[in-house]
């Protein structure tokens, strides 16, 4: 029984592959291409290789409701992966970080320094389910304030207000000009008698 054990478990370590994630070695300046692969594909026992060839990144692992967010600070019963920053100086500094998949259940995973942006990935994504890559990606931006329409949307709030708030002076100034312009008739309308009678005196 024990034998059979012991081969088993090693036909599955000599099955087992690892998987290589490049970090930093997107070349554009787009920060979703932080991960390359960003959706990485592998099975129960391989092993993803988190390969930081240039800047300075993490690879933090998350949750899908909180992309940003380490996965143990919002579930404690996850022992998640966190590299930390890797500074890889130009390039010449290279490190790795190891993660052996023990299931195949989704793992999320982010960068700290592009998560904000999009700098998101993911182990083994369902995409027929809810929880798919480009909801995962939105969730992360949409969660740390960066979404363009959000400034927009600001942009508006700020230019209604302020024409609201500039509505009632306006309203304020018509009726006091209004009010002037009929004292100054009535004045008049009180004036021009007694200019006659003066007049008639004198003649």
Known sequence: MFFSVLLVAFI???CAKTVVVTVGGNTTD?????????????????????NFTMGNHTATQST?????????????T????????????NGTAITTLRFT???????WFFDWNTCAQ???GGININESSFETLDGFQRNA??????????TSNDANSTATATATSTSPASTNTGSATSAANHALINGLAAVIPALAVLASMSL
């Open 118 to 120: 999009g700098g998101v």
């Open 101 to 107: 998949v023990t299931d195949n259940s989704t793992v």
């Open 30 to 50: 787009d920060p979703m291409g932080v991960f390359q692969p960003v959706n990485v594909m592998a099975n129960q026992g391989d092993v993803i290789l988190f």
């Open 64 to 76: 899908f409701a909180s992309p940003c967010i380490p996965a143990h600070d919002t579930d404690v």
């Open 12 to 14: 599955a370590s000599a």
């Open 141 to 150: 931006i949409r969660l740390n304030g960066t979404d363009d329409s959000s």
């Open 78 to 89: 996850i022992n998640g992966f966190d590299s930390g920053f890797r500074d890889t100086v």
